[in-house]
């Protein structure tokens, strides 16, 4: 029997062996403030200990967004205090992704931009919709990607790609990032859970322990990160709440197009 509890920012369900972590603010594209990683970091420590879940799968809500990265909103009034408590939880969040013991998939339903293409990146495979988008936004909207994007991205996808990816904040299709090994199979968009499910079985007929030993092995490239992932976080908070993350917060929020060039002198 399934179980289901709804919580205000994500909906945490177990479908059988199945953990399924559901980002539920379409309304905003599913984007994370602080109050939001919380929350994701509970239902992951919770489906992490739990003995009878063997995978665990990340989506969003709705047929649009997988997740846009961080609430801008909150940008635009944001503090030293503001960013040591929301960068920190987005680095706890993306380390527990990491250190689940389980298979973490991302069934990538829409756009996953900034923080949003940082879970696909932290996530052990990612399967997406045909509709999915994928990038950064971090020197468009005034931040950086400092946790998956800007180190194990290149990791991944090889060292010029993941710079294109960060420094331009363009946006690629599934099929382009399936082409890169960005992610790992693109589906039609209502064959998404399906497909999911599928690997899911497939996964839950592994051996847990030695699934666990391969996953924790796999991470050496992340861990060796941290200490760079933890620098790069005091930059962050050293430019919180500067001018260049207001103007870019405040371009977005406002539909227009944020004046860098006055940066430039």
């Known amino acids: 029997m399934n179980s289901a509890t709804a919580q205000p920012n994500v909906i945490v369900e177990k479908r059988g062996m199945v953990g399924w972590i559901t980002f539920n603010r379409p309304e905003r594209y599913n984007t994370c403030d602080h109050a939001m990683y919380c929350d994701i970091f509970d239902a992951l420590q919770d489906m992490s200990a739990d003995p009878g879940v063997g995978v665990i799968v990340i989506t969003g809500a709705g047929d649009k967004s997988?997740?846009?990265?961080?609430?801008?909103g909150d940008l635009t009034h944001f503090t030293r205090h503001d960013g040591r408590l929301h960068?920190?939880?987005a680095q706890e969040v993306m380390n527990a992704i990491r250190r689940a013991p389980q298979?973490?998939?991302?069934?990538v339903n829409g756009v996953a931009v900034g923080g949003?293409?940082?879970?696909?990146?932290c996530c052990d495979l990612a399967i997406a919709s045909d509709r999915a988008r994928f990038g950064q936004a971090g020197t468009r909207v005034g931040s950086s990607p400092v946790f998956g994007a800007n180190n194990l991205f290149s990791i991944q996808v090889g060292e010029k790609k993941a710079k294109e990816v960060t420094f331009l904040s363009r946006l690629y299709s599934a099929q382009e990032a399936l082409a890169h090994g960005w992610i790992n199979k693109v589906v039609p968009h209502d064959k998404l859970v399906e497909e999911v499910n599928a690997w899911c079985e497939e996964l839950l007929d592994k051996s847990p322990a030695y699934l666990e030993l391969t996953k924790v092995t796999s991470n050496v490239w992340w861990e060796m990160l941290q200490p760079g992932m933890e620098h790069a976080k005091q930059a962050l908070?050293?430019?919180?709440g500067g001018e260049q993350m207001t103007e870019g917060a405040s371009a977005f929020m406002?539909?227009?197009?944020?004046?860098w060039r006055q940066f430039r002198k």
């Open 66 to 72: 997988f997740c846009a990265g961080g609430f801008l």
């Open 87 to 89: 960068f920190s939880k």
């Open 103 to 107: 298979p973490v998939i991302a069934a």
């Open 116 to 121: 949003g293409n940082e879970f696909v990146i």
């Open 237 to 240: 908070l050293a430019l919180a």
């Open 254 to 259: 406002q539909k227009r197009k944020a004046n």
